[in-house]
């Protein structure tokens, strides 16, 4: 690579979730080969890469985006960045407001009634599955290009206890116990 034609080049990327998703990010672009230099930063969700000139930056865009991240324009950023905080702030006051019951009636033995197991799946399915959904994509797309990460780990975690307690539920399978909440929480 020429020095002389080095250019530098910021990204805002979405979708990191854990310091892991960086540090795959930039292992992925130092290795192209007219990168001097990439530097990702999880906290702020940017990288700075040092690259040839001839290096375009669809072609680094297009890199990050091939590990199932998503570079945001710095110019529609804002608008983008405030929809994805409302969505996540929807996400959370869902979590919140069934998970609170979800455990309640799980954890105090004086709140349950007939079939309350029942009652507290319902709770905690759409905590799991439509809350959690952005846990378990990013797992997703992790597993995809041979990765693990956090995300993989709460998407196994909670994905585990609510097929487990839904089978114990249905077959009668295991010694009769629930663990609906830890999906959840």
């Excluded at 929807?90 to 709140?111: E, K, Y």
């Amino acid at each position: 690579m020429s020095t002389d034609a080095t250019i530098r080049t910021d990204l805002r990327i979405d979708g990191m979730t854990c310091a892991a998703c960086s540090s795959r990010i930039q292992r992925r672009l130092e290795k192209l080969e007219t990168v001097a230099d990439a530097q990702v930063n999880f906290a702020n969700g940017r990288a700075r890469i040092d690259h040839d000139a001839s290096l375009g930056i669809d072609s680094l865009v297009a890199e990050v985006e091939s590990l199932g991240y998503v570079v945001i324009d710095d110019g529609t950023g804002d608008e983008a960045e405030l929809a994805r905080e409302a969505n996540l702030r929807r996400r959370l006051v869902v979590a919140a407001l069934l998970t609170i019951p979800t455990v309640m009636i799980s954890m105090l033995p004086s709140l349950r009634f007939e079939a309350w197991e029942w009652v507290v799946g319902a709770l905690a399915l759409p905590v799991v599955l439509w809350s959690g959904w952005l846990f378990h994509r990013a797992a997703w797309n992790n597993i995809r290009h041979g990765a693990t990460t956090m995300d993989t780990l709460v998407s196994m975690g909670s994905m585990s206890a609510i097929l487990w307690s839904a089978a114990v539920l249905v077959t009668d399978v295991g010694d009769g116990h629930v663990y609906f909440e830890t999906g959840a929480v």
